[in-house]
């Protein structure tokens, strides 16, 4: 089964509305966190923002907000007020277990955001 | 460094020839990866090191890759005898410990088989 599944097609928005991006996760850990990150056409990885499993609050960056359901396992990103330079490809991604050896992040496949003007 | 630097940016070789990518990661980082991404594609985990202790090659897909990490700064992966389906874009990505820290990647390199 797929750790983390992004199944959104290609996503439209208008600019200054806000959008949200759909990642759902499947784990038997208690202990994991959730990641987003950005991708732009230059193909830089940028990471956005972190939520923590045992996180009481959702996580907020700026105009970067992550509604974090645990018990639906959905960890969906919000942008507000989105920005023509917000047009990339936006991966979510979990790591199994907060400390210790496994440590790697497991990626989604991605959605890709389009900011219309 | 300011960042995580890979070398080179664009490779392209013939089938059949070994490729080694590299890369520095941030000074102080202990723990480093490498993903794989073809194109369109999601990011695809191929080895993670973390200080000292024996890395993670879990995700390495077959015994034509290797990597390793020398003084526990910059790795060195190597793709022998490349075959085509090996083109795609190596990332590398560094981070401070393993916890909630968010990695640090590199610009990649683009690897391409012909």
């Known amino acids: 089964a797929q750790k983390i599944t992004q199944t959104q097609p290609g996503m439209f928005v208008q600019e200054k509305e806000a959008v949200t991006l759909d990642c759902t996760y499947d784990?038997?850990?208690?202990?994991?966190?959730l990641f987003w990150y950005k991708q732009p056409s230059s193909g830089e990885m940028i990471f956005l923002i972190y939520?923590?499993?045992?996180?009481?609050q959702n996580a907020t960056e700026g105009r970067y907000s992550l509604n974090f359901q645990k018990a639906r396992k959905s960890a969906n990103l919000v942008i507000s007020a989105s920005q023509l330079g917000d047009s990339a490809m936006y991966f979510c991604?979990?790591?199994?277990?907060?400390?210790?050896?496994?440590?790697?992040?497991?990626f989604g496949k991605g959605i890709t955001l389009s900011v219309r003007p | 460094g300011a960042g995580v630097s890979q070398s080179p940016s664009n490779k392209v070789t013939e089938k059949g020839k070994d490729v080694e990518l590299r890369c520095d990661p941030i000074?102080?980082?202990?723990?480093l990866y490498w993903y794989r991404q073809s194109l369109g594609q999601g990011l695809e985990f191929l080895i993670y090191?973390?200080?000292?202790?024996?890395?993670?090659k879990s995700g390495l897909p077959s015994d034509r890759f290797s990597a390793e990490r020398t003084g526990g700064s910059v790795s060195t992966l190597t793709i022998q005898r490349t075959q085509q389906e090996d083109s795609a874009v190596y990332l590398c990505?560094?981070?401070?410990?393993?916890?909630?820290?968010?990695?640090?990647f590199g610009s990649g390199t683009r690897l391409t088989v012909v």
């Open positions: 784990t038997s850990d208690p202990s994991y966190g």
């Open positions: 990505a560094s981070s401070f410990a393993p916890g909630p820290y968010g990695y640090t």
């Open positions: 000074s102080g980082h202990t723990a």
């Open positions: 939520q923590g499993s045992y996180d009481q």
């Open positions: 991604a979990m790591r199994e277990g907060l400390t210790g050896a496994n440590s790697k992040l497991t």
């Open positions: 090191f973390q200080g000292n202790s024996a890395p993670d």
